[in-house]
C-alpha cells in the first residue's frame, strides 16, 4: 500500500488543523495505523494509533485530549484531527500502516511506537505552529 499525508501548514497556537492520510492499493482497511512526529534533531515518536476497523485507539499522553485519530475504510482515509495546537507541536507529521495481523485489531500494544515495526509510510508533511 502507498500512503499519502496531506493537510499541514502553518497555524498560530490554540488553531486547529486536520491531517489526513490516504492511501492507495490493497490492504489498507486490514492494517493498524500510526501518525508520527518528528521535530527537528529529535526522534520519530509515535502520537496516536488506531485499529483496523477503528475502534482501537491510542494517543500520547503530550496530545492526549487535543488530538483525535480516526479513518474512513471505504474512502482508505485516515484522520488527524489536531486542536489547540501548541508550538511544541511543530514537526513533520508521517503516517504510517503496521500490516502484522496479529496486532491489527489493536490500538496499542507493546511495539507500536517502535518505528520498525511500520511497513509503509507516508511521505510527511510539516506543522508548524507559531506561538
Known amino acids: 500500500v502507498q500512503l499519502q499525508a496531506f493537510g499541514g501548514g502553518l497555524v498560530q497556537a490554540g488553531g486547529s488543523l486536520r491531517l489526513s492520510c490516504s492511501g492507495s492499493?490493497?490492504?489498507?482497511?486490514?492494517?493498524?495505523m500510526g501518525w508520527f512526529r518528528q521535530a527537528p534533531g529529535k526522534e520519530r515518536d509515535l502520537i496516536a494509533r488506531?485499529?483496523?476497523?477503528?475502534?482501537?485507539?491510542y494517543y500520547a499522553d503530550s496530545v492526549k485530549g487535543r488530538f483525535t485519530i480516526s479513518r474512513d475504510n471505504a474512502k482508505n482515509t485516515m484522520y488527524l484531527q489536531m486542536d489547540s495546537l501548541r508550538f511544541e507541536d511543530t514537526a513533520v507529521y508521517y503516517c504510517?500502516?503496521?500490516?502484522?495481523?496479529?496486532?491489527?485489531?489493536?490500538?496499542?500494544?507493546?511495539?507500536?511506537?517502535?518505528?520498525?515495526?511500520?511497513?509503509?509510510w507516508g511521505q510527511g508533511t510539516l506543522v508548524t505552529v507559531s506561538s
Open positions: 504510517a500502516a503496521d500490516q502484522n495481523t496479529r496486532w491489527s485489531t489493536h490500538g496499542y500494544y507493546t511495539g507500536a511506537k517502535r518505528v520498525s515495526n511500520y511497513d509503509y
Open positions: 488506531i485499529s483496523r476497523g477503528g475502534a482501537g485507539t
Open positions: 492499493g490493497r490492504g489498507f482497511s486490514s492494517y493498524a
